[in-house]
Each structure stands twice: as C-alpha cells, then as structure tokens.
C-alpha cells in the first residue's frame, strides 16, 4: 500500500481559479454583450493595455521571448504599452518547433515543465502534427476556461441556449477544437454537448442516428463534415429538415463567395455560421445572427496583420497575415504570433446584434501553403470556391505541387485534382469549366484533372481527422 509521506497535496482543478474573479474579468454569455463586448474604443484600449503589459511581463521570464528579444535590441522599458508593440519582432510556427527542439519535450518558451506538473492542473495539447511529432501547447486552468468562454460566447451570439443539444463532430484528442466546445457548451453556455467524434470515431451512418434520436438542436462541425454528412443522409434517405437542428456552428474555411455556406443551409434548412480559431489561441473570431464577418474576442487577443511576404505591418482594412497577441495566456506567453492566415481584419465598428468589435473575414488560405505559379501567390485552399460551386463536383478537391526543370529553368507546377459527382459527367468539359472558374479566382491558369467520387479520401483524410487536407506537396520529393 502507498503511504501517505506529506508530499501528497493534490492540486484540485476546482482550487486551481477564482472562479468569481474569472467570470467578471473574460465574462461568458449572456453578460459578454452587455459589458465587455461592448465597450467604448478607449476603455477596451485600457483593459487591452494592462493585459498586455501583463503578458509582457510574463514573457520575458522566459527563454524563448529574452533571447529573441534581446537579440532584437529590446530591453523591458522599451515596452511601455501597446502603441511600442511594432517594436516587437513576430514569430511563427516554426520557431515554436525550434523553441521545443532547444529545450524538450515542452520547448523553452513555457514558463513551466513536467517538474511543475504536481504542483498545478496542466494539460497537453497539440497541433495537427501531419509531419513528425506534432506541436505541443501546455494549457494551464486560465487557459482552458478562457478558450471555453470564447467558444461560449460564439455559440451564444449564433443562437444556442441552454437546454440545446450540440453535437461536437471534433475527435476529443490532442488537438484543441472538440476540447473548445466541449467545455464551452459543458461548463459556459448550460447545454448538453455529444460528444461523437469525426467519422472515425462514429461512422457518418451513427452520427446522424444518433443526431435524431437523442434530438440534437446544434452541430460544431467543419463544413466539409457536413457536405459529407448530406451525402450520407441521401443515402440513407433522411430528410435533414426532419431533424430538430436549429443552427449550425461550423469552420467554413475559403468559402468566400458563400457557396458552400448556401448549399448546407439549403440541405439542412439552418442558418450556418462561420468561426475562425487557432490552436494556440482558441476561438479568436465568430459570427453573430447577422453573418456580417466574424467578430473578435478582443479582450482575449490583440490582432494586427502583417505583409505575407516582407512581413510589414499592415493598415486595418488590408489583406494579410494574421498576426495574434494572447491577452489572457501565461502559459505559455503568446506575443506577436504570425499565425500565416490570411484574412482581412477591418476596423472597429458597431454590428446590429449590438456587439462592438474588429471583424475578420472569411478565411482566405495559409501563406505557409501558397505555391508560386508564373509570378503569382496561389493559396491551395482558395481552390475551395470555384469547386463547390460547381454542381457536378462532390466538392472534394487536392491540389498536388512538384518542381518541374533544372537549374534556371526550374519551377513550382500545380494540378488540381477534383471529384466528379456522376461518372456520366464528361470530365474533359468539366476540367475546363474549372481551369476557367479557378483562374478568375486565382490569377493564374492551373492544370485540372478529374477522378472518381471517394478517390480522394486517403490525401484529404475527410471524415477521419479533424482538419481536412488539401495539399499534397511534392517538392523535392520526386514526382510521387
């Protein structure tokens, strides 16, 4: 038997916060849009300022920010509120992975490692990791419960309530998304979360059984999952309007002529709303009934944009990289992250639902992604709009990138590989109505190749993973 030797104190979750203290500092739904998503610009400037510098002091305790910074030329009076931010340099991705190689498994810009883990809750998430061990995050309470709230706080301006039955469509595994809504639907909003996984965990058949006999009102789902999930009612012959859905809460991705927004509504009969969110970061933006661009949790982050390709900080209003400073994480410090989204961030302004915020806009691809195509930026992902558009499609698309030529003459080649709905649709006369739709769309002409329905699926992973993939890049990897 284990003896208890006085070293045994457990660090209780429910000991770990002041709970009172956190609802009036990040305030979930309903009170968020009665305080502070809508405060005056210069009193949400205030709390944005203390709140930064409170980051900022967390930060430079650790090695990753120091070193950085110090090498930048930076000393901790040369930050004295926000308007100095631009004096900081931004990271990425990458160097969060050469931040956890200096100092494994955790990387060295946590403030804790496993020696701190008895002493307070800690969890381990993890980005995507398609290549690799995946990009570990270490979330402490505060984290948690604030991503939640973001979550909460969506959910709530989209229509959801309490007594609603959400069906969250996300694996509950290291990656972030299906923990945000479980705890932002379980802990801040009083509905009931089902929690039935992608269709590798709960086959599409199950979800959709499972979806009319218990009486799901809501879905968190990305909006591929969806599409498939029409497909599959059709085939099962349910009438989705039979469903007691009233709304659905989902990741639209490029759709930014709203086509696959417009073919779900249309299917399920809801109204579909679009968030955008990060693993880092939680649920940065989320639609509201107006489905006017995607408000931001400003009391949560900070967002400037920067140029794609210089890195140079950009006006409101432009088209850029999405550069996030957390407001609320210790654990770890985010300051000036690059995520390599690029959307367009507009200025503050009040909506009709009667929040005052920054919007985003629709998602528009990853400038990490973007090929180079004849002196052209292509984003993979913009591929989106012109194929579900197109009614003989499935909308399941890949687009495959090799390096063609030696030497000077050596370029950057991408074929779009997209599914056809029907084997009676004639693909010569299908691939050139899309080289002539995506070329409208991206600047360039891109070669089009047709394949069968379903063909797609062990590249895309639709259905069996939470984030959908798109690009199969083969740069020197040979021409697999």
Known sequence: ????????????????????????????????????GRLSADALRALQNTRFLARMEDAWKTDFYRTRWQAAGLAPDDIRSLDDIEKIPTFNSDDLKDAIAAKPPFGNHHPIDASDFARRPVK???????????????????????????????????????????????????????????NGIFNWLGATPVTTGSGAVTPSERQLEYAQAWGTTGWFARGEYLARLVEVAQEMKLDLHSLKTKQIHSFLGTDFEGHLRKQLEEAW???????????????????CSEQD???????????????????????????????????HRSVPPIIRYNLRDCLIAYAREECACGLATRKLSTFLGRSDEMVKLRGTNVYPLACQNAVTKDPRTTGEFLCV??????????RETMVVRVERRSPETHAPTLAADLATALHKDLGVRVDIEIVERDTLAEHTMIGRQNKVKRLLDLRDKGNG
Not at 401 to 410: A, D, N, S, T, Y
């Open 1 to 36: 038997m284990q003896q208890d030797n006085g070293n045994d104190a457990i660090p209780y979750y429910w000991q770990s916060l002041n709970w009172a203290s956190l609802m009036r500092d990040y305030p979930p739904p309903p009170s968020f849009g009665k305080t502070t």
């Open 124 to 182: 381990v998430q993890t980005s995507g990791g398609s290549t690799g061990l995946p990009r570990v995050t270490l979330f402490d309470p505060l984290s948690i419960e604030v991503q939640g709230i973001q979550t909460a706080r969506g959910l709530y301006a989209q229509g959801a309530r309490p007594g609603d039955i959400i069906q969250i469509t996300y694996t509950l595994s290291l990656a972030n998304a299906g923990w945000c809504a479980l």
């Open 269 to 287: 009969g809801v109204p579909v709303y679009d968030n955008y969110g990060t693993h880092e970061t939680g649920l940065l933006a989320f639609e």
């Open 293 to 327: 661009r995607k408000h931001v949790n400003e009391d949560t982050a900070f967002i400037q944009l920067a140029d794609v390709e210089t890195g140079a900080p950009l006006p409101m209003g432009s088209r850029g990289n999405l550069v996030v400073t957390s407001l």
């Open 401 to 410: 990138v090799r390096h063609v030529g030696e030497g000077l003459g050596r």
